[in-house]
């Protein structure tokens, strides 16, 4: 904005003021919707919306320095997250739960003769000898896997 005009540079001070208040007024209103029921997901943006009122004092005022600069910025990176977390919260929504469906016969019964063989290869386990040494302990339980594996 250096080189220009001064009549030119108030309207574009005052365009960027107005631009402003239409950002903290939907900022508002987004704050006010949000917050109705007392559990506002993006915080409370009522301190957002008071330093946009201030950056438009600056710019009506003509009176931009660092310390507006640097407001500015601040604003801009807390709108940024605000806008991630309100997409993010709206992902979390998308997501819909399903129950389980149920499995059909086959593998009902096909699960029911696993528990069996296990039952089974289990109780023989623990019939061995207790003082059969823990390597051959091993070796059964691997024959007994291969019994009953299906690959067989």
């Given at each position: 904005m250096g080189t220009a005009p001064k009549g030119q540079m108030s309207q574009?001070?005052?365009?960027?003021?107005q631009q402003q208040q239409m950002i903290r007024e939907a900022l508002q209103k987004i704050n006010k919707?949000?917050?109705k029921d007392g559990k506002g997901s993006l915080g409370n943006l009522n301190q957002l919306a008071e330093d946009m009122k201030k950056t438009e004092s600056d710019l009506v005022n003509k009176r931009i320095n660092q310390e507006t600069m640097e407001r500015q910025k601040d604003l801009t990176t807390k709108l940024l997250d605000a806008d991630k977390a309100q997409r993010e919260q709206d992902e979390d929504s998308?997501?819909?739960s399903t129950a389980a469906k149920e499995f059909p016969p086959s593998y009902k019964q096909l699960l029911e003769k696993f528990k069996k063989e296990q039952?089974?290869?289990?109780?023989?386990?623990?019939?061995?000898p207790p003082n059969l040494n823990y390597y051959y302990k091993n070796k059964i339980a691997?024959?007994?896997?291969?019994?009953n594996s299906p690959n067989k």
């Open positions: 574009e001070f005052a365009k960027m003021a919707e949000e917050n998308k997501r819909e039952q089974s290869e289990s109780e023989l386990i623990q019939k061995l691997e024959y007994y896997k291969l019994l």
